[in-house]
């Protein structure tokens, strides 16, 4: 059991890297768009120290890891009594984790599970594009320090809604949502089957990502695959 009070004494630390982001983002809804003003330099002044803040103490961890690493690293990698349910825990991980990347391999999905997630990923990649390349027609413009209920184009009208352009800003929301629910689908049904192997002591598979489709997962390879042919002296 941890000591809640010493955890949180150590984490204290951490108000020095995030005092900067807190004052960055409070400075930042003062700022008005096209106004220039002294909450702008003061932005850009925590916005800097933050970024620096950041950045020497990930070094300084690093460091201290490394450092204990190298010291103490053959008496942290000794097995201890304690660690033994986790190490189970992480080996029936492993053993769900190369079920599932047999069972989702696309050379033994389905030709049904194969258009699900070939449909999914396709859409993302649709509404992705629509988000990046068609911004100024599909959204309104909003920054951090606009009011909602300001009329357009400086607010929302008093309805957040209104940040979605109509009727061009909701086609490639559907678009994502609709990509985000056949990925669900597979998901959910991939781990299902996963479950059922695991349930009926099924075989972890070969574990090859890229089985061609003749191969249908049977335990010898198919004719012709992994045979090296010579011919005058070269592969």
Known sequence: KMNLPQMMLGTIPVVVVTTPCVFAGAFLSKVKPGEDSVWNTLSQFALGIAVIANVVSSCLAAFIVLNVVSERGEELGRPRPEHDAVAQLTRQGEHRSRIYQDVANWYHLSPKWQAVIGTATALHLVAGACFVFLTERCF??????????????DGLSGNWLNIVKVPIGWIPLGIFFLACILHYVFNKAMSIMTTSRVKSGGGEGDGHLDDLPAYDGDAGHPEGVGEVIVTDGRL
């Open 140 to 153: 309104e413009e909003f920054s951090i320090s606009s009011q909602i209920d300001d009329p357009l184009p």
